[in-house]
């Protein structure tokens, strides 16, 4: 409907006019309609009432005392000892 209105007015105007909802385009007409003939009673569900437990659960996680420290030579990845194959293996 922007594209439409821009053909024939400014944009200023064109994107007032697309919005204003006075000037309504033919999809816009047809929506309405379908909104108005849809029944209300069928859009609303009925609320159910959640029964759920009825007491209060505790969840204890237990802590360690203390966490171990990581020394950061201890930290040093592994290099391979040796270096891969050259040619690659073939598949078979």
Sequence with gaps: MLVD??????FSTAVQRTFDGK?????????AEGTKSEKKS???LPLKKFEGL???VAVIVPLPASFPRIQAG???LETLAHAPPTPPPRAA
Excluded: Y
């Design 5 to 10: 209105n821009l053909t024939t007015t400014s």
């Design 54 to 56: 009825s007491q209060t």
């Design 74 to 76: 201890e930290a040093v």
């Design 42 to 44: 069928d859009l609303l």
């Design 23 to 31: 000037h309504p385009c033919a999809l816009c007409k047809v929506v």
